[in-house]
């Protein structure tokens, strides 16, 4: 078991990890240059082909990575709970690992160095599954990461890159007992794949349908800017709003400013027959938005917008549509926030902040291989703690029951 | 949301149910000796027909059970974590509930009265399918409960009892969005059934091919005493030992102690060569063991015995055979205890104690809903934390990224 290994040398593993990557560079281009030819003459889509290419300072940025997970605190053998039972057996619950972990993922050759930073770190196995555009580059990455490994008196076992066949993947996903845990970071395709076929338990990295609601009487100022900041800071990713709704009441007030804002942002609007009511000629132009919209998660600069009648509207709203990732009220009322903290079944509720803070480094966990919106094991960012069981260790001095 | 009660309306709603069924407990034994004459008439095992069985003392029992789960603390809305950023924003991570809970079992009618309580008050809703062996047992427990949760104002929907069809069974674990956990209570037959049709996240509750291992140099007398108490206290349950690991230093001075303590109790012994050589005339008529017999769990008072090198083909015995369970040393050596802790994995390590305590009860968790020896969620007792997720709520003043 690699969680056995003590924290300094899980940690040195990593370092020489780091530095392998930044004196491999240039084999590491090399290969990735040959990916990227093979995937623009299959006319890739530009912005997989941008996924994939690498250069100096994505390598760089790979081994900066690795080297923050080092510095976190090791999540192995951490105390998280325990008592003394009144018979003198003293249980303590102490964190180990998983095990082997499965990460299978996209066109993103830099997840082969994240993932396999997490999980050494975590002492889990890794099992890496990347794309088949990637194939080269992942094949060198590995091979570095590996004789790193190997440098540092860590087992070469500890990190296995897989083919990227499907049948494959059929096989790694069916071996309970081996595997302990999938991660997919991937679309929808994948998850319908792994949910005919897993067998090993999996966490659904999430897709997220975020809402921002701004309540009456809330801050004009502080709800458009909290609804761009949601919105366009960077539309493209799973914590990003996707759907705004307002009170009747802050509606005329706050409308307006953020049409305003968001339009000369490049946002394209959907807005409901209220809310184009209440723009008038500022109107001109959006498209009314349909139960479509609600559902869709965009990923890019448009957002819906409905006036809703109340709070508990609201809440109604998001319950429907929502995906259980990441969801923001903008408020001045206290009653409200509670309410709304209360009533919304979400990974994160936000009072007051963007829903772009959904991330293991905001949230100052460290890196994180993912979001999940499950609800078993890990919700919202996915650390180092979330990559560990729990064991219950228990002494007596010949404890009878 | 049930978890949007407060405690005390949840708690009182449990209150009332304890009180229903000591009050119509006339009822409740009228349907279930119909339940019984039938299952007597199709010549069922007398085992089962014996878990079937309620009388005053049973339904007394369970409300019992009910009051002590009423007087535990609320598991919904506990703080387990949480910190505030160097920005200031304020992160609290809440244990909300999972939402809607299946508990599947087999023929006790006493689940249909637990499983309830620990899911109302952990906020939860819950679906029960009991076996078709107590059809009319479980529509009297379950009227008596849900007539009980409407006087205390708990919607009538909190609590649902499928019938025992096999095809609603599967509808019912493919019903994604719709229900949160399943938690199966019965053989090898339901597992590979959910294994093959649940779309919706299940955790295992256990079967435990637990070991004893005595290390040389142990006190022989509470090494006898604990191998006894894993074994005979209660053969049929998941948390007794089934195999003994004596090592070759120790043998000679503890097996004819435990063989003749054993034997007195009734259990049969199936015991390696080298066991057979150390107990000479002792092991007339004693079976020698095989591989088969190491992967059993017995459930009977039957163990295996085998003769190890070292503490190192201990754990190899255990890794190999183990279920993850419950696993028990009886040393004098820190060495030893730690090596024996850090080298198994499974859900309860025990030094120098019985395996017999691997129990929400005695864990002073209170009550649970079963023992998981999976990895992900829950590990061990399955109590009323279990029975949660979390939520992370934060709180900012306008914060954007």
Redesign the interface.
Known sequence: ?LG?LPGHQRDAALAEMADALERRSAEILRDNALDVEAAKRARTAPALIDRLLLDEDRVRDMAVGIRAVAALPDPVGEVDGG?T?PNG?Q?VRRR?P??VVAVIYEGRPNVTADATALCLKSGNAVVLRGSRLATRSNLIIAEVLTGALLEAGVPRWSVALLGADREEMRRLVQM?GAL??VIPRGGEELKSFL?EHA?V?V?YAASGNNHVYVDAGA?PE?AV??VV?AKV?RPGVCNAAETLLVHRDAAPGILPAVVERLTASGVELRVDRAGLDILGEQAEGLAEVTDHDYATEFLDLIMAVRVVDSLPQALEHIARYGSGHSEAI?TSSLAS?REF???V??????????T???DGG???MGAEIGIST????A??PIGLSELT?????????????
Chains 1, 2 share one sequence.
């Not at 079944?345 to 963007?354: I, L, M, R, T």
């Not at 499950?374 to 094991?377: D, G, I, R, S």
């Not at 069981?389 to 029951?401: E, K, P």
């Open positions: 078991m056995r008592r039972l057996l249980i180990v998983l095990g309970e302990d845990l949910k067998r338990p966490i801050d502080m800017k909290v900041n800071q903008v926030s903290q209360a009533g079944d979400a990974a994160v509720v936000y009072v007051n902040a963007s772009r803070f959904t905001e949230f100052g499950q609800k078993l094991h919700r919202g069981t729990y064991t219950y260790h228990v002494t007596g001095d010949g404890h009878l029951r």
